[in-house]
């Protein structure tokens, strides 16, 4: 098994600007920490993957949080990545899992629901956020990335994502692509792409024949049409620590932080992000007070 990677591509000359990525590994990391069904698996898989792309457009230290909020049982699923590759996600209700659908997939529609948005905000190091936002317009991910992209970003893109899961929960694949249009990309170019996109087979399968982020391009654009500029290492990383969670907890007021210790004799603390849990004694909190004073 290789390591989970994104490969950055350009196609037809530079008109066409494509990312890919194999994240099984990563996703199995996050299927683990939070014990996802398969339904789930797939919906946070498919918006990690999405994400952790999102993130290889971005520079330096800078960084994007992605939130989708469908309004379907799974509740928000949130996942943050940066330009280096590490990227974290968890879902309200893990344990959320349907039937198949009429095409035998996991109803991913039917978990994340169609009435709702997709959230970005990117973190640019500036003082300023960017943020932007679409409605979800089919719950399946793959579609509400492109329309993100199409309407908040007036990028035109296809967003294919997909996610396997085995029979006992584990992940078997998963993976996508963002491939993007840039300004004065010629119109044969753009009708090249869509015939491709038209003609391609489904992301999950590409991925579950073997194929490396680079073959997905290849496949979907013609190996004598894609430029390969750098691969970035994907891995599931979370930068909770127990100083940020006592920062949080001063931020609850000196009241609060009395009761914690007079009743809880301490408190404890659990990252939404990797599920560890943080202790805090009644020395550290009553330390705490002291210095808010």
């Known amino acids: 098994m290789t390591q989970d990677y994104i490969v950055k591509a350009l196609a ?5 600007r494509a990312y890919s ?4 590994d990563t996703i199995q990391e996050a299927q683990s920490r939070h014990y996802t069904w398969p339904t789930a698996s797939a919906a946070l898989g498919r918006t990690m993957s999405a994400t952790v792309m999102m993130g290889a457009m971005l520079k330096g230290d800078q960084k994007l949080t992605v ?9 928000k699923i949130i996942a943050d990545a940066d330009a280096k590759g590490k990227v974290r996600g968890y879902v309200t209700n893990p344990q959320t899992h349907f039937p198949l659908n009429e095409q035998g997939k996991l109803d991913v529609r039917r978990a994340v629901g169609t009435s709702g948005a997709i959230n970005v905000v990117k973190d640019v190091g500036m003082r300023d956020y960017y943020t932007g936002n679409s409605p979800i317009v089919s719950g399946e991910l793959g579609e509400d990335f492109t329309y993100y992209f199409a309407n908040s970003e007036q990028v035109p893109s296809s967003v294919g994502v997909g996610v396997l899961v ?8 998963a993976g996508g692509f ?18 491709a996109i038209q003609a391609m087979k489904p992301v999950s399968q590409m991925i579950d024949e073997g ?11 013609g190996s004598e049409n894609v430029v390969f500029l750098e691969t970035v290492p994907v891995a599931f990383e979370c930068h909770c620590g127990h100083d940020k969670f006592l920062n949080a907890i001063k931020g609850l007021g000196e009241a609060e932080i009395e009761h914690m210790i007079q009743v809880d004799h301490g408190a404890e603390a659990e990252c939404h ?3 560890t849990k943080y202790q805090y ?12 004073k």
């Open 67 to 75: 939130t989708v909020e469908g309004g379907g049982p799974i509740g």
């Open 211 to 221: 194929l490396t982020p680079e073959e997905m391009l290849e496949a979907i654009l």
């Open 273 to 275: 992000f990797c599920r």
């Open 178 to 195: 963002i491939i993007q249009v840039m300004p004065g990309a010629k119109d044969g170019t753009i009708d090249k792409l869509e015939a």
């Open 12 to 16: 037809f000359g530079g008109e066409i």
């Open 166 to 173: 085995n029979p006992d929960n584990s992940i078997k694949a």
């Open 21 to 24: 990525a194999k994240t099984t």
């Open 281 to 292: 004694t009644e020395a550290e909190l009553t330390a705490l007070l002291e210095e808010m």
